[in-house]
């Protein structure tokens, strides 16, 4: 795995870039943008050819009463996700698969089991609330790859 810092060195020297000001040259930044452009465009293709291979599995522990819960950061496009899951009693073997909703299915004042999730942008809602904390949620999505960036500092 080689640093981003050694890439750009070697773009520079092969593009007769080794000479930059702030005003004149290309810009860290510049070549940071392009990296991460590059790596933005091999993350869909592999997406699209091999689906499986950036898939990620979360459990998330619920609680009792509560309908909203985050989407994690890491799911490509904030939209890749495949399916949700739900337990009640918390064991991996008890998941169940929920039916995705929409927000004219939301109810008020049940709590059971859910049977649904409705999307909300960054947050799931859990339909109806969980009744009991111990529970869980199985998120499985796609996951981004992290935005590529030269060392900035170090921590001793």
């Known amino acids: ?17 080794q000479e930059f000001t702030e005003t004149a040259g290309i810009q860290d930044e510049e070549f940071i943008q392009y990296f991460n452009d590059g790596q933005e465009e091999i993350h869909t293709i592999l997406n699209t050819l091999f689906p499986h291979i950036l898939m990620k599995i979360k459990e998330v522990s619920c609680v009792a009463s509560q309908e909203a819960y985050d989407i994690p950061s890491d799911v490509f496009m904030g939209t890749r996700i495949d399916a949700i899951e739900f337990t009640q009693s918390g064991a991996p073997q008890n998941y169940y698969p929920l039916k995705k909703g929409s927000v004219k299915e939301r109810l008020s004042g049940i709590q059971t089991d859910p049977s649904f999730y409705i ?4 947050q799931i809602f859990l339909q109806p609330k969980p009744q ?6 199985r998120l499985t999505y796609q996951r981004t790859i ?3 960036d030269v060392q900035r500092a170090t921590v001793l």
């Not at 999307?119 to 960054?122: A, I, P, V």
């Not at 009991?132 to 949620?137: E, N, W």
């Open 1 to 17: 795995m080689r640093k981003l810092e050694t890439l750009i060195t070697a773009s520079r020297r092969a593009t007769e870039n």
């Open 132 to 137: 009991s904390s111990g529970s869980k949620l």
């Open 146 to 148: 992290p935005r590529l």
């Open 119 to 122: 999307r909300n942008g960054s």
